[in-house]
Structure formats: structure tokens, C-alpha cells
């Protein structure tokens, strides 16, 4: 009897490959002394999250997660080489696959430029928070805490 090799989805290629990790990124901004995080909506579920994904050949931990912020929220700006910790999550698998557990490193990017026209313009909303905004609107605890406890380094990008 032979056996029919199936066509992985992307998402079961990135999981075999990274073990379920992604890298995403924190993106803030400082007006008048008060820290402020760019949130977006994920597609399908639309609910509040950090732009994150899988990583990406050739890019550093922190480059995949600022390459993130761009595709997925027009951000350009400073990314940290150092993470600020993880958080985890489920992953709910498309089309009848089966839901991933993800891990997440999460790199401080300091915004300096957002434009109105990026990759997933059309698929995502975006909106400035306030920390306790921010971390009251993810579902996440782990990350919730991570926004919470976030303070900017001098010395970001180093």
C-alpha cells in the first residue's frame, strides 16, 4: 500500500522548523513622559495584540520581530537586540488544522516612523495605549505583565 504525502501548511512548516516560536514586538512611544503602545488587531479573531511571527531567515530574533511590526503595522523605528521576556499562547490552527502552542519573544522597538500605507494595511487596525489600557486589552497574562513592568533602555539597539 502507498502512502500519500500530504502538503504541509506554512504554519505546520514553521512549527516543525522553530518548535513553535515566534518573535514579536513591543512598540511604544514616549509623549510627554508617558509610555504609549501600538496594539493591533490579529485578523481573524480581531483581538488586541503585539505584531509577531515566525522567524525569519537571515534575520536576528529582534530584525524578525521589527520585520513583523512593519508588515503587520507600518512601524518603523529602534529594535532592541535584547528581549524582555515571553510569553505563551495558542495558536488556532487554519482550516481544520489543529490549534499550535506558540511561545513568544518579545523585542522594545522605539517607534520613529508609521506609515499609512504597510503590507496588512487592509487586514488590521491599529491604536495607541496607555500601559494599563494595553495591558487590560490583550488576553494574555503573560504578556498583560510584560507591558506592565516595561521600561524603555537608554541603550536600545546595543
Partial sequence: MSKIKLKKSSLEEATETDGGTQYGALCYRERKGVIQFLMITSRRTKRWVIPKGWSIEGLSPADSAAQEAWEEAGVRGTVDSKDIGLYSYIKEGEKGAP?????????????????????????????????????????EPELAKLIRRFEPADDIGA
Fill in 99 to 139: 490549534d499550535v502552542p506558540c511561545t513568544t519573544w518579545v523585542y522594545p522597538l522605539r517607534v520613529t516612523t508609521l506609515k499609512g500605507d504597510y503590507p496588512e494595511k487592509s487586514e488590521r487596525r491599529r491604536k495607541w495605549m496607555g500601559r494599563k489600557k494595553a495591558a487590560d486589552a490583550v488576553w
